[in-house]
């Protein structure tokens, strides 16, 4: 699977835009890119996902590079609920491998 | 909405016991996963089920583990004879699709510790 690179962490403050960035150099045409973000003590919750152009749901929205090698989760305005790490996962569509792979993500950090 | 399910939320065991952990995945999902996360550590995909057969898995799941959907509504993970080293969250997740657009619906969890 390609792989993605995130910040460790960031931190932001209440009701503030937050930009998380996500780097995949090695994405392949047919990788879809997921965020899925897990809040302290819960289980992983998917956020948004897209493929070549940007997409926004009631959740964030999701900014894709024209190449493709970046994107960026953006909230528009974060809450205190929003602390969680955020995971950016390629996923591939058509085949290959099945299950999610979490890499260590962005802890994001939200200020009152 | 729609959820899923996972019990036991918190089980104690001791080591070379057998565990059961229990999912009800959503309705009309086709997709089963589980996962499992260490203390500190990252997400692990252990297995992925479909049309009552393993699709994937991965290194760690090896004869210790095994899956079961036996009445069309419940996913189970057994682990048999369990180790110190087993003690984690385990996390069940079901989804619609697979791929590229699948959009995976995760339970809250079931707390592993094997003393």
């Known amino acids: 699977d390609a792989k993605t690179t995130q910040p460790n962490s960031m931190e932001s403050n209440e009701e503030e835009p937050v930009h998380l960035p996500c780097n995949h150099s090695t994405i392949s045409g047919t990788d879809y890119i997921h965020w899925y973000r897990q809040l302290p003590s819960q289980g992983p919750e998917y956020v948004i996902h897209g493929l070549t152009s940007n997409v926004n749901n009631r959740m964030a929205s999701l900014a894709i590079a024209e190449d493709r090698k970046s994107s960026t989760l953006i909230l528009h305005r974060a809450t205190l609920r929003d602390a969680a790490v955020y995971y950016c996962?390629?996923?591939?569509?058509?085949?290959?491998?099945?299950?999610?792979?979490f890499g260590k993500g962005t802890h994001l950090i939200i200020q009152p | 909405e729609p959820e899923v399910t996972q019990t036991p939320s918190h089980q104690v065991t001791q080591m070379g016991q057998e565990v059961i952990l229990r999912c009800v995945p959503i309705?009309?999902?086709?997709?089963f996963y589980w996962y499992r996360q260490i203390l500190g550590q990252k997400v692990e995909f252990l297995v992925s089920?479909?049309?009552?057969?393993?699709?994937?898995k991965s290194e760690i799941f090896d004869d210790q583990f095994s899956v079961e959907r036996p009445d069309g509504s419940n996913f189970t993970l057994k682990i048999r004879s369990t180790k110190l080293e087993d003690s984690a969250m385990y996390f069940c997740?079901?989804?619609?699709?697979?791929?590229?657009?699948?959009?995976?619906?995760f339970g809250e969890g079931s707390r592993l510790t094997v003393l």
């Open positions: 996962i390629l996923r591939r569509s058509g085949g290959g491998a099945d299950g999610l792979t």
């Open positions: 309705s009309n999902h086709l997709y």
């Open positions: 997740a079901s989804s619609e699709s697979r791929g590229g657009t699948g959009e995976l619906f």
């Open positions: 089920f479909y049309n009552n057969e393993i699709s994937e």
